[in-house]
């Protein structure tokens, strides 16, 4: 390379240089004319609590057993932010009818949790066998306002979200984007 070359290079990346700085600032400024978030960090945190009951396993068992001998994959029907999944309906109706033939009941509740300034949300889903057999779990996942929904809507959202999840994991259910209109 020669001189005229080598300061050529120079200039070159002292221009780009500049332009670099330039978008730093500008990304530094937009950073701060952002509304501040405050994040915390969780070294240790309880997610799920599960509980199995004592009396009429067997029977809980046996009938949860049959249940999963007519489960069929729940439709993924229900579309957002580019994907589909299997929405709350889809997911009690795949199960319900079956659940309660076979002397099974599900229940969900809701249930919360604050740590630090931290609200967990989250959902206890129960299966209930008519013997007494019972089996139950909790999930919860951390909730805030977001800029379009206020923190009540998000606890909704969530709540739905782990509800969905919550059936699905207690009964064993999978989903699949195939409806069956194809066989």
Not at 92 to 110: C, D, P, R
Request: hydrophobic share 40%; net charge negative.
């Amino acid at each position: 390379m020669t001189q005229v070359e080598a300061k050529a290079k120079i200039a070159e990346l002292e221009e780009d240089y500049e332009d670099m700085k330039g978008q730093a600032e500008d990304a530094q400024d937009e950073l701060k004319a952002r509304p501040s978030i405050e994040v915390e960090v969780f070294k240790e945190v309880t997610i799920t609590n599960s509980e199995i009951g004592t009396d009429g396993m067997g029977e809980l068992f046996h009938a949860m057993s049959k249940c999963q001998g007519e489960f069929k994959a729940v439709h993924k029907g229900a579309k957002a932010h580019k994907y589909d999944y299997a929405d709350l309906q889809s997911v009690l109706e795949a199960s319900m009818e079956i659940t309660s033939k076979n002397g099974i009941a599900v229940v969900q509740m809701n249930v919360s949790r604050i740590v630090g300034k931290t609200l967990f949300v989250g959902v206890k889903t129960i299966l209930g066998h008519e013997s007494g057999g019972w089996i139950s779990s909790e999930i919860y996942i951390p909730t805030m306002k977001t800029k379009m929904n206020t923190i009540v809507q998000m606890a909704g959202v969530n709540m739905t979200y782990l509800r969905r999840y919550g059936i699905q994991a207690a009964l064993g259910l999978a989903t699949t984007d195939n409806d069956g209109s194809d066989k």
